[in-house]
């Protein structure tokens, strides 16, 4: 029997796929499927970005490109991040990426191996998880309690670095949990990530505009006395709703672009032209699709977590970033992974188990709000009542 290597074996799945596929089956069996639990905003590319890939395609832009992408489009990259954040990048240090997980390919590839450490969110993105298993080293989660509201603490991520840390791995907003950590925890961070000087950091900032209420994005950019071994993560998908463009950016230290790079020429050879594009007309053109976006998303999730909170044996914090809530499912008597499980099979509602994203995440489930208000009503009155039905049963 034909056989790969056993690090095949060790990567993992990120089972929101899964449960949208079975959402799917289920939907076109002719039963009526509320998905809360896919992460991707329900709103449509906006036509100027859409247009500008058209135009691309009808120009002739067609063939291969720089491994690194246009020039054009890492220089807007540059502009949009100075923008935001007063720090200058020059183009040269931006890797455009066919979407944001290719960087943490990149990344935890770069320097991930047997013997090493790498700390990683838990709950966190299980990606992340995944792709350090595969390289052999030591995955190092770092807890992201409720209690702290989701935010990561800065004394227990420092506590757990040791010699052998080779790359920390931050999210903020987070996924799964829309945790928002603040500007005083993450300057205690960079502060005693300076004792630390052999451990890069990729900071996963890809729903850093997609805040609420006075949530402030903190980027580690921002810290001169770390950049040079900041890796930063970001792109188009969630900020514009452009998930099936697979269309990301990336930003790297000098002593590593080059050899990012190089990993594209032997991996991907570079990203679709007219996408390119279509990313340049997306940081270049109007932003008022972005502001209305987050307002419908603010209004969605009050909605949501009011509703989550009438549910006896469910609690819900509001969140402050992303469109995910992450409610405590623990008074219901349910392991969340067998709720998540037979509420999709059995109320059509598609929710995803907190364990999906680690063993921290066990007792909560992600629902997402990218979804209509009146969907995301129908289907936690749905899950409202199953449970309120089951609610006896302990699982």
């Not at 300076?194 to 980027?219: K, N």
């Not at 188990?353 to 209509?372: H, I, K, M, T």
């Amino acid at each position: 029997m034909v056989r790969p290597v056993a690090a095949f074996d060790r990567l993992g799945e990120e089972n929101a796929f899964a449960v949208l596929a079975r959402a799917s089956e289920l939907s076109a069996q002719g039963h009526d499927v509320i998905n809360l639990g896919i992460g991707q905003p329900d709103f449509r590319t906006p036509e100027h970005i859409v247009e500008a890939a058209v135009r691309a395609l009808r120009d002739g832009k067609h063939g291969y490109t720089d491994s690194t992408g246009i020039v054009e489009l890492r220089e807007a990259v540059s502009a949009h991040v100075a923008g935001r954040t007063g720090v200058t990048i020059p183009a040269d240090r931006v890797m455009i990426m066919p979407g944001g997980k290719v960087t943490m390919f990149a990344a935890i590839m770069m320097f991930g191996e047997p013997g090493v450490d790498i700390l990683y969110p838990d709950p966190g993105f299980p990606i992340y998880k995944s792709m350090i298993d595969y390289t052999g080293a030591r995955a190092i989660p770092v807890p992201i309690r409720e209690e702290n509201h989701f935010a990561f603490s800065a004394e227990e991520l420092l506590s757990l670095i040791t010699p052998e840390t080779r790359l920390v791995i931050l999210n903020s907003p987070a996924n799964p949990t829309a945790g928002v950590t603040p500007r005083g925890e993450i300057n205690r961070l960079v502060a005693g990530l300076l004792e630390h000087p052999y451990a890069a950091v990729l900071s996963d900032e890809i729903y850093d505009r997609i805040l609420y209420d006075d949530a402030e994005h903190v980027s580690l950019l921002s810290f001169p006395e770390i950049r040079n071994r900041v890796i930063l993560l970001n792109g188009w998908s969630k900020t514009y709703a452009m998930t099936g463009w697979r269309l990301g950016w990336s930003i790297w230290p000098t002593a590593l672009i080059d050899r990012v790079r190089k990993l594209a020429v032997n991996g991907w050879s570079c990203v679709n032209a007219p996408t390119q594009y279509a990313g340049i007309a997306a940081l270049e053109g109007p932003q008022d699709s972005v502001t209305r976006m987050v307002e419908e998303f603010d209004r969605r999730r009050r909605v949501t977590v009011d509703v989550l909170n009438a549910v006896p044996g469910v609690s819900c914090v509001l969140p402050t970033g992303a469109f995910y809530t992450f409610p405590n499912i623990t008074g219901t008597g349910w392991s969340a992974k067998p709720l998540a499980s037979a509420l999709l099979e059995r109320t059509g509602v598609a929710l995803i188990g907190g364990p999906d994203f680690g063993e921290l995440g066990e007792g909560y489930l992600r629902v997402s709000y990218a979804n209509s208000e009146e969907n995301i009503r129908r289907g936690l009155e749905r899950v409202g009542g199953f449970l309120a039905e089951h609610r006896a049963a302990a699982h």
